[in-house]
């Protein structure tokens, strides 16, 4: 039979694991600013798809053809967000991925324009990525469909 202190002992180290199992999953320090201050930083063009939801034209973006080997991290905070390796032409005029690097985004339901979709935010800043499809190819299949606008690429390892 365990004893009060065997119960103690294990409901600590139960509790240690737990908090040693949440800081290696947690994703990036989060980055909270005003209004104001996302327009003091970003371009009225980036500031709208970041901070307000918007899309860009589709092939507008130079990423759509960016082929160099790197990483692609949020225009708005920089944290890194997708590899070159996980880049594909979906043909659908928009940077697409198959998955993002670790926890760097979040997901949430978008039901704006009269249709369900999955929204893609950049974990630490919650800038608008874009969003995310069922329609991509393996490992995933899934289809990262992202703003060139929100993203900035910095060639070299991936």
């Known amino acids: 039979m365990p004893t009060r202190r065997d119960v103690l002992g294990l409901a600590l180290l139960g509790g240690a694991s737990f908090a040693l199992a949440q800081k290696a999953t947690a994703?990036?320090?989060?980055?909270v600013l005003s209004d104001a201050e996302?327009?003091?930083r970003l371009s009225p063009d980036?500031?709208?798809i970041l901070r307000e939801a918007g899309t860009e034209p589709p092939f507008a973006s130079p990423l759509l053809h960016?082929?160099?080997?790197?990483?692609?991290?949020?225009?708005?905070?920089?944290?890194?967000?997708?590899?070159s390796?996980?880049?594909?032409?979906?043909g659908t005029g928009w940077p697409s991925f198959w998955a993002p690097l670790g926890r760097s985004v979040r997901t949430s339901r978008d039901d704006s324009?009269?249709?369900?979709?999955?929204?893609?935010?950049?974990?630490?800043?919650?800038?608008?990525l874009g969003h995310v499809f069922d329609d991509g190819p393996?490992?995933?299949?899934?289809?990262?469909?992202i703003n060139g606008l929100a993203l900035a690429f910095a060639p070299g390892a991936a």
């Open 27 to 31: 994703g990036p320090a989060r980055l």
């Open 38 to 40: 996302w327009r003091r």
């Open 46 to 48: 980036r500031f709208a």
């Open 66 to 83: 960016e082929g160099r080997s790197g990483r692609f991290a949020c225009a708005g905070c920089g944290n890194a967000l997708f590899s």
């Open 85 to 90: 390796r996980t880049k594909y032409d979906s």
């Open 113 to 128: 324009l009269g249709m369900i979709r999955t929204a893609v935010a950049c974990a630490r800043c919650e800038g608008h």
């Open 138 to 145: 393996k490992p995933t299949g899934l289809r990262y469909c």
